[in-house]
Structures are given as C-alpha cells and as structure tokens.
C-alpha cells in the first residue's frame, strides 16, 4: 500500500503544522513518527529534563493525532532504520518534515535522511520553521523573509485524517526504560500544544501588562513574562500562531490606549513584538553556523581571550556557591525550575566569561542543561554575545552588585533561595561578607562556615576581564573577522 510519512521532530503540534497538512491533503494515506536518538541521550548539552519535556508533549501530540484517526509511531533508534522497516510494509512515497534548525548533529541526520531518500525513491519535502530562511544569500533581505512568513496565514489545522489500517500508535518510551532520571522541578508548565495556548492566552489576557516594566527582575519576571520557551522549543506552538494574538490584542487595545482596562499594554506588547523577531533573528545564526557549540561566531577574538578552566571556581558558578547572594539566588532558582528570566541568563553568563574568566564552551553547555528551553540557535548566539566573543556586540559585564540592588532591592528573592541567608536583613543581605562577626552569629550566618565568602573579589576581577576583552577585540585579526560576522549575521536594524 502506498503512504505518505510525516515526520515529527521539533514541532510537535497539529495545528499550523504545514508539513502535516500536505501529507493529508496528498493522495495517500498516512504515517506519523518520531524518533529518538540513542546519542542524543549522551550530548553533553542535553539534560533529562528535556526529554521528559519532549516525550510529555509528544503524548499529547499523540492523543491529538488519534483524535482526528491518525496515529504516531515511537522509535528509539535511528530514523533511517525505522523508516527502512516501515517501507518493508509499506511503499513511501512521500516523506514529509518541518525544517529543524539544530547544531551539526541534526545537520547529519537530516542528510542521512535525504539520502535514504533518494536511495529509496520516496519525495522528501521539508517546510520552513518560523521565520528562519533555509540558503539565505544575504541578512540583508532577511527581515522582509522572516517578516512575510510570520505574517502569513495558518496553516488549517486537520479535523481528521486517513491512517493505513492496521498502523496503530506504540508506547513512547518512559524515563525509566530510557533509563533516565530527570530532576523534579519546581511548577513544571504543563505539555502540549493546549497548554501552550493557555499561557498565551492568560499572558495576552492579563499576565502581560506589565511586561515591559516587570520582565527584568526574577521576581517579577516569574508571572510577566510569556513563559512560551518551553512549548517554542518543542514546537507546540508557532510564532506566527503568537504573533496572530497578539497583534488581535493590539487592535483591541488601539481603540483606546488610555483607558484603565488597556493601561501598559501598548508599550508591553511592542517589546513582546521584538523579541519574537530577536527569536528568529538569533535562530537565523545557527542556521549559518552549525558548529556554534563549539567555535565562536569571531575565532581570532576567542582566541586571544584564551579564556581557562578553574575547577573550583567552575564549582562555584554552577551550584551557585559563589559567595554572591543574588548570583547564587539565581543559579539555584534556575536549577530548581527550568527558568530565568533574560537579564538574569544573561548576568550568569557574563560573571562566567568576564568576572571568572571561564571558558563559554563549558559554561554555555551548563546553562543548555539548566534551562528546559534549551534552543540551540538562541542559546548559542547569547552566549557568544554574552561573553564577548562576536566582534559585533558591545562589551556588556554585569555587575552582580548593582543587579542585586536593583532587582531584588529587600532581598527577598536571595533568602527564598539561598537557605543559609533567610535571617540576614536587608542593609547586609547583599553583602553578608561585611558582617560583623556578632552580626554573622545573631543572623545565622557564619562566613565560610554557613556560607562561602566572595570566590574572587568581583569588582576588581570583571575589570580585569573587560580590560582583556578590550584588548583582545582591538587586535587586527579580530577586527577583520568582525566584519565577517557582521555581513553574515549582524542585524541590519543598526549599523
Ligand atoms: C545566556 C542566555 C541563554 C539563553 N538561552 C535560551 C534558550 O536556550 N532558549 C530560549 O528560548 N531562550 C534563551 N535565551 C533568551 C531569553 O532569556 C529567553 O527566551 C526568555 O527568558 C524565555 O522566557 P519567556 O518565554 O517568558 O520570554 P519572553 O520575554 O516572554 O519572550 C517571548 C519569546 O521571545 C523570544 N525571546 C525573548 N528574549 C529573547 C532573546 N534575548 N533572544 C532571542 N529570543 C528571545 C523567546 O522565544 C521567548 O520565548 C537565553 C538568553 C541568554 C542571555
């Protein structure tokens, strides 16, 4: 019996879903998988917690299927050789996928997919994600791409669907039998495209207002930012499907800008705007650059940062023992919910790469592990941007001090995260260091006993390290490189 297959990947959802549409809409029945790859269970840069996610929204993805008569096949293995055993049954005609911009690993999948392919006469067709241009010529066209996709109409979603009889769903593998143990966190979202729609929803509804002004702190940021990462990374949800919203939003709030009910919404949903574009934007360089886990975008920079591996200090800015209340407030809430908002990602990257002069290729790999929206395309570019390492972003060394008093000026974030520093009031919360010792005894807390004092001496080693960087940015190799990077990824909004 001839089948068209669809196969699922990043982009687990049936609605706005192209590639699904154009298997039912063909003439043959059809086939949807999803498989897993044993390797990926070893990549460094890949954490339990994110196949959990993955497979928790694949399910749901699976129930969705079989209610409109579809079904899904789950394989823990090579795609090649799943494909290989469905044609034994089955003539493919078709294959048909959602474009994944991944790190070169996926790269070597998708070709040996191709092959497969074309070794076996099946028609693979693949759709673009989002706004990310597949052989882009130039960035200098980029934005009227990315801008026509995302603005473009839905897809349909299908109401039903024909499957070959007999191909039913299997079980998706559970942790267990995978033989991984994820850590449990703290309010983890729910899966699926339905729960995806709901947060949207509730940030559209109300969450949102005041997004501009509350996306900054940790605190705040917890409930006014979208919190649509997790179910992007996945594909529960498209950008153009968010975008569709929220410009339904604006339009309901130009009406009257000033009215009570529409207050701070203008302002908060023009920032929400950019950053949906910065997503693609940033996505758009890994598109370029599969090795960005590995080579920075401005090689010659990076290697005149020579930037070294210090165990202990490596210790300190993973657990978030550094000594610095805020920093290990942050680290440890990252560690404890998936999540943090991005002022705070990008002050734990910039103290690794500035202050602590730690390699990014390490630290980087820490944070993918620590976020369960972990996107290679965004996560890769902020890191290289964060450390210093593209010649075409000005050099930003966060303060963990001045964040501190900003963001969370009572302290009441630091002691909902670091236990040892819950009865330190306010005037020495951010720096329990200078405590006396009668002050460290009342309130708890004995320095290097309780709690570690400073790793390093922060305001003289972020210098140290922007000095470096300065340095090693004005070098002509590196220099000439930035031009390079800047043809083929600088955003053209700014010269
Ligand atoms: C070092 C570092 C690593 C990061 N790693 C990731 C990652 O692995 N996955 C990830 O999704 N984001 C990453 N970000 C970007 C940003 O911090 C998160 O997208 C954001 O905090 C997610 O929360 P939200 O969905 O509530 O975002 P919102 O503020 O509500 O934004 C909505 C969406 O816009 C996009 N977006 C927001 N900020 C950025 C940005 N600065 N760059 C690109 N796209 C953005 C995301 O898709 C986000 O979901 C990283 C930032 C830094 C500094």
């Known amino acids: 019996m001839s089948v068209s297959v669809v196969w699922f990947k990043r982009d687990l959802r049936v609605s706005d879903n192209p590639a699904l549409v154009e298997a039912i809409n063909g003439p043959h029945p059809v086939l949807c998988i999803f498989n897993l790859e044993p390797e990926r269970l070893e990549r460094a840069d890949v954490d339990p917690i994110h196949i959990e996610w993955e497979l928790d929204c694949l399910a749901e993805l699976c129930s969705s299927l079989e209610s409109i008569g579809g079904a899904l096949q789950f394989n823990f293995g090579q795609v090649t050789e799943q494909l290989s055993d469905l044609h034994e049954t089955y003539d493919i005609k078709n294959l048909y996928s959602n474009e994944e911009t991944g790190l070169q690993w996926s790269w070597d999948r998708d070709k040996s997919v191709a092959a497969w392919c074309s070794t076996n006469d099946v028609e693979f067709t693949e759709f673009p994600s989002n706004g990310v241009v597949r052989r882009l010529g130039t960035r200098d066209h980029w934005k009227k791409h990315r801008d026509a996709r995302v603005s473009a109409e839905q897809v349909n979603t299908p109401v039903s669907m024909d499957s070959p009889k007999g191909f039913s769903s299997n079980e998706i593998h559970s942790m267990e039998r995978l033989g ?69 939003k604006q339009k309901k709030v130009k009406v009257n800008p000033r009215s009570k009910e529409n207050l701070g919404w203008t302002s908060s949903l023009s920032s929400f705007q950019s950053r949906l574009a910065w997503h693609c934007h940033f996505i758009q360089r890994l598109e370029s650059e599969a090795t960005m886990d590995v ?23 993973s657990q978030g023992k550094t000594g610095w209340p805020f920093f290990d407030a942050c680290m440890r809430s990252l560690i404890a919910t998936g999540w943090i908002n991005f002022r705070m990602r990008a002050m734990l990257q910039s103290v690794a790469s ?96 309780d709690y570690p004092s400073p ?13 470096k960087s300065y340095s090693a940015k004005s070098k002509p190799e590196s220099k000439q490189r930035s031009l390079l990077v800047y043809d083929i990824h600088g955003s053209r909004k700014r010269r």
């Open 180 to 248: 991984l143990k994820p850590r449990l966190l703290f309010e983890r979202p729910l899966p699926g495209e339905k729960a995806a729609l709901n947060v949207l929803y509730s940030f559209l509804d109300e969450r949102g207002r005041t997004y501009r002004k509350d996306m900054s702190s940790p605190k705040t940021g917890w409930d006014a930012c979208s919190r649509l990462s997790p179910y992007l990374a996945v594909g529960c949800i498209t950008i153009r499907q968010i975008l569709h919203h929220t410009r339904r």
């Open 354 to 449: 500035y202050t602590l002069w730690l390699p990014w290729t390490d630290t980087g790999l820490h944070l993918a592990r620590c976020f369960l929206d972990y996107e290679p395309g965004i996560h890769w570019s902020q890191v290289h941007m964060q450390s210093g390492v593209t010649g075409i972003n000005s050099i930003r060394a966060y303060s963990v001090r001045k964040q501190s008093t900003d963001q969370d000026p009572d302290g009441d974030f630091i002691r909902t995260w670091v236990e040892e520093l819950r009865d330190v009031p306010k005037e020495h919360i951010h720096e329990p260091w200078l405590m006396s010792y009668e002050q460290q005894k009342e309130y708890n807390c004995l320095i290097d006993v």
């Open 295 to 317: 080579i920075a975008l401005n090689p010659e920079l990076d290697g005149h940062m020579a930037r070294e591996m210090n165990a202990e200090r490596y210790a300190a800015w």
């Open 455 to 467: 790793i390093v001496d922060e305001k003289t080693a972020r210098k140290e390290g922007v000095s």
